[in-house]
């Protein structure tokens, strides 16, 4: 037998080596691999030589396809490329609007990144740094202790500041308003000189402001300034009532002035270092100036050499169950991480969702480049005889390319700058729009950085576009350019490939509409105010209480002085703690069951959300224990090993019969290890542990004392406003606990966290990608039934002119875009349903099969009423065709 | 006229000495029978089209042979302008080399 050549070389050939030669090379290769294995050359190293002869010929071909002197641009090509654009103003705008969306879209998660990851005013070069801990993927502040050694010992920085934010009432009433909340940091001197920022009028806080005893004295902003006090130029001096007690206004800070996010007041910070060394103390933010000499990784490693001993000696203080006791270790880290609780300590840049996001925001401006691309390819094929003459009269393929090259960098760079002044315009309404005030120093206004991205995206967008249609179209010969040329007046070339794309852009158009409908139906579903769990959320103030310290005594103590303190105050009503609080995160476990009394063990393990409540906690949040009973004393001691479920767990589990008594423990998947058993002493109804899926929200609650863990959530239950009572929290934490940090004292319904936050993440970007995918599925549509009325017209014209009818006419062309819709919606309809039922974790709820078919008919209807909008133009063109113009035209 | 590169130069004394039977196949054997030297088929063909650009040589497409895709070869032959030009180039070598070819091999087994 003689040897054959491999099959993947002879795919490689056909595949990559194209032209007119082609034909020729292909049949040399077959030679030369026959003459090899002639001359007797083994097979394997015929097949060798055969695959290293194919890429050197491929490389040789495009080599000299896209030989560089071709490609030399010239003001005629300039010209000749903008003759082009006016030549096809609807194409043009079509390609335009598609671009303009898809690339601000595709530039918002870098430009976000960059308006985030800014450095502070005055610090272009990123020398203020904050310090920090971290323990894993946590965040963890710097305290007193901290400060106080970091302060002496630290060469690295020119200066250290400390501030610990919190919430003022201002009593305002001698200028004849009511009390005002105003958010504010107790600092250190050192800020403003690190800043370098002067006040307006008077002074910054001085030194000698901070030690004890010192007359009480505040800055205020310039808002507050302006608003409180109508600018008044002699306000320094004045004195101000903040909780009853005087302080003295000495400075107005000038008008850009807010650090560190939006704050308007900012106090002495006179917290004392009780001299018991690292991590002990009250908890602060801790930032510097490196020093001239000094590098951020010089800085890095005097701190890592300085803390060092605290890594051995650190014992997690963070005693709940299933926490990790990873290693502490300190860290000097961009000043942007003074706001932002990033999970990471190189920014968001160096998250691997960073990256998913972006490819993902990058999709629309693919989708839409070729889009755009297939519908040059369609428009260019009624310029192939052009091509042809020109190539005829001498113009390489090179020159044409860079012709058209130019005519799409044009339409992009216009695209581009649409797109970049919709960047520059939209995010800061966004954000004004969704109640979001970012931080003073962010500016979301474009960069140069943004700007270069852009150009950059709209070189490739031109290459995609414009230039990869015409290498197809202008492959073939002359001749076959002009056999093209004179056969399309017969028959229309448009359909296979373009067709094909408008049925997968409605396809996912229905999709995406269909999600985002399911997850809009889900926000209605878990939307805060009257909810399914049976809490008075809105009157109920969720309070985070970090108490700075590994000794269990001191956190407990401070946790109950805290507690009872808040339980005096006459505005509330009652005050409970736990690890998570309704609506919240709760972290997720297996749990396996017991055999009941005849032996038989129920399915499992069972994937249930935990958390460890205070032994009131059902008490003070008014909810009853439905079987059973509620914590007491007695579950706080050692040896008690107990536990209560909710109602979905127990029906799950353990069906209709009684619960009281049995054991369920702690499992790992594959049930190597379990934890003790514990027993189930009660049982209680929803109270939202898992708020996207009420049915799905298997619970179980463990006891909780104080001391054991830190930090904890605090639930105050007030009468009124709850949002009323954060100042007072705050002021209350500062007179009984001193060294304690409160943190997100937010109103329970408005509390933004774990899934039901990131579901109205998706809900915002799915939105974005629906407006993205249907515009720019209804501009494909409309360009290619604008092309097919348009390589119609002799058609048209004639049958017109024989007396056809001229809605009959319009109904062919319109048959042809509602085929490709409806196939498209039949496409995407069971992916949008199927993603509503499986993606939402819908099963089980009550909601499902409306959420679907609102979902499907929001899709159906949606695609149908744009798809028809796209037609109408092109077909009633169609109608207005005179028989006259179409002999014109010819 | 334009100069020759060196791989035209091997291409033109292929196709003079394989006379009627100058296809890129053949030419490519006879390169590396003769100088050693691997070319690519794609190589050899695109620089035959640049050379029947310049009306250095002329291609004929032969018949499709039976059992190879119904793919035909492409046979060139010189024209008298390639001839002249080839003409001019070896003898600008020759004249270049000259005397200097015994230095050269000297200089060459020194390194040796």
């Known amino acids: 037998l003689k040897p054959r050549r491999s099959l993947i070389a002879r795919l490689i050939a056909a595949v990559f080596i194209r032209g007119a030669e082609a034909p020729f090379i292909l049949r040399d290769l077959d030679d030369s691999f026959h003459h090899d294995v002639a001359r007797g050359v083994t097979p394997a190293e015929a097949r060798r030589r055969d695959l290293k002869n194919i890429l050197a010929s491929a490389g040789s071909v495009w080599a000299e396809t896209l030989r560089l002197s071709s490609w030399r641009p010239s003001l005629i090509d300039v010209r000749l490329g903008l003759r082009g654009i006016a030549r096809t103003p609807w194409l043009s705008l079509v390609a335009v609007c598609a671009l303009g969306i898809g690339i601000p879209v595709g530039l918002a998660p870098m430009q976000a990144v960059d308006a985030l990851e800014r450095p502070l005013p005055g610090d272009p070069d990123g020398r203020i740094r904050t310090l920090c801990y971290w323990r894993d993927t946590v965040h963890e502040d710097a305290t007193a202790g901290d400060f106080s050694l970091w302060r002496t010992s630290l060469r690295s920085f020119g200066a250290l500041a400390a501030y610990r934010p919190t919430t003022v009432t201002l009593d305002v009433s001698q200028s004849g308003g009511a009390g005002l909340s105003v958010p504010a940091i107790e600092t250190t001197a050192s800020t403003f000189e690190i800043l370098r920022t002067p006040a307006m009028l008077g002074r910054v806080i001085g030194a000698g402001d901070e030690q004890s005893g010192a007359p009480s004295v505040i800055v205020i902003g310039h808002d507050l300034w302006r608003a409180q006090f109508g600018s008044d130029r002699h306000i320094v001096g004045r004195s101000l009532l903040i909780g009853g007690a005087p302080f003295s206004i000495v400075g107005v800070m000038p008008p850009a002035f807010r650090f560190p996010t939006s704050h308007e007041l900012w106090m002495p910070l006179r917290v004392r270092d009780d001299g018991s060394g690292p991590r002990s103390g009250a908890a602060l933010v801790v930032f510097g100036r490196l020093a001239d000499d000094a590098t951020p990784d010089s800085a890095q490693a005097e701190l890592q050499t300085l803390t060092s001993s605290l890594a051995g000696a650190d014992v997690s203080r963070r005693s709940s169950e299933g926490a990790k006791a990873d290693r502490l270790h300190a860290a000097v880290l961009p000043a942007w991480h003074l706001t932002f609780g990033f999970p990471s300590p190189g920014g968001l840049r160096a998250l691997p969702e960073f990256a998913l996001v972006q490819v993902l925001m990058l999709a629309p401006l693919f989708v839409a480049c070729v889009n755009v691309g297939l519908l040059i390819l369609a428009q260019i094929s009624t310029r192939s005889s052009e091509f042809a003459v020109r190539t005829a009269l001498g113009a390489s393929r090179g020159r044409i390319l860079t012709q058209v090259f130019v005519e799409f960098m044009v339409l992009a760079v216009i695209a581009t700058g649409a797109g970049l002044l919709i960047l520059d315009w939209m995010p800061a309404r966004l954000l004004a729009a969704l109640g979001i005030t970012l931080p003073y120093w962010i500016d979301t206004g474009l960069t140069a950085a943004t700007v270069l991205r852009g150009l950059i995206l709209a070189a490739g967008c031109a290459v995609i576009a414009g230039v990869a249609p015409t290498v197809r179209m202008t492959g073939r010969s002359i001749v076959a350019n002009m056999k093209r040329t004179r056969t399309s007046r017969r028959r229309n070339r448009l359909g296979g490939l373009p067709a094909a794309l408008i049925v997968i852009d409605v396809a996912v158009a229905v999709v995406a509409i269909g999600l985002s409908g399911g997850l809009w139906a889900k926000v209605q579903a878990t939307r805060p105010g009257e909810s399914h769990d049976g809490i008075r959320a809105a009157e109920i103030l969720s309070v985070t209480l970090d108490v700075p310290s590994s000794e269990r005594q001191q956190v407990a103590r401070a946790q109950t002085a805290l507690i009872e303190t808040l339980r005096g105050e006459p505005d509330v009503r009652a005050v409970t703690f736990a690890t998570a609080l309704p609506r919240m995160d709760h972290p997720v476990r297996l749990m396996d069951v017991d055999q009941d009394a005849a032996g038989v063990a129920s399915a499992g393990p069972f994937k249930v959300r935990t958390a460890r409540i205070a032994i009131d906690f059902f008490d003070a949040l008014k909810q009853p224990v439905v079987a059973g009973r509620a914590f007491d004393s007695r579950d706080l001691t050692q040896d008690a090993r107990t536990i209560i479920v909710n109602t979905t767990f127990a029906e799950r589990a353990f069906g209709s019969t009684n619960v009281i008594g049995r054991r369920v423990r702690q499992a790992t998947p594959d049930r190597a290890s379990a934890g003790p058993w514990l027993e189930i002493v009660g049982v209680v109804g929803h109270l939202g542990v898992h708020a996207l899926t009420p049915a799905e929200d298997d619970g179980v609650y463990l006891p909780l004392a104080e001391g054991d863990v830190n930090p904890v959530r605090l639930a105050v239950w007030v009468r009124g406003d709850p949002a009323m009572l954060a100042p007072r929290v705050h002021e209350l934490a500062r007179a009984v606990a001193p060294t304690a940090m409160i943190a997100m004292p937010v109103p329970l319904d408005r509390m933004f966290e774990g899934d039901w936050y990131l579901l109205r993440a998706f809900v915002v970007g799915a939105a974005l990608l629906v407006g993205v995918l249907l515009s720019l599925a209804a501009s494909a549509l409309y360009a290619i039934l604008s092309l097919v009325v348009s390589q119609r017209t002799r058609e048209i014209g004639i049958r017109v002119a024989l007396g056809a009818n001229r809605w009959r006419i319009a109904r062919d062309i319109a048959a042809r875009a509602v085929v490709q819709i409806g196939a498209g919606v039949l496409l995407g309809l069971p992916f949008a349903g199927a993603l509503c039922y499986e993606f939402l974790e819908l099963r089980g709820s009550g909601s499902v099969p409306g959420a679907v078919a609102m979902a499907s008919a929001l899709g159906l209807s949606v695609m149908l009423l744009v798809s028809l909008a796209a037609c109408t133009v092109p077909t009633l063109r169609a109608l207005r065709i005179a028989p006259m113009d179409a002999l014109r035209k010819d | ?112």
């Open chain 2, 1 to 112: 006229v334009g100069h020759l590169g060196e791989l035209e130069q091997l291409i033109l004394f292929a196709v003079t000495a394989l006379g009627d039977d100058a296809y890129g196949g053949a030419i490519r054997a006879h390169i590396e029978e003769r100088s050693g030297r691997i070319v690519s088929s794609g190589a050899i063909n695109t620089t035959l089209g640049r050379l029947a650009e310049r009306r250095l040589v002329s291609g004929r497409v032969g018949a499709p042979a039976p059992g190879r895709a119904g793919r035909p070869r492409k046979y060139y032959a010189l024209t008298p302008a390639g001839a002249r030009d080839l003409q001019k180039s070896y003898t600008a070598i020759r004249a270049m080399a000259g005397d200097v070819i015994e230095r050269l091999d000297r200089l060459a087994e020194q390194d040796n």
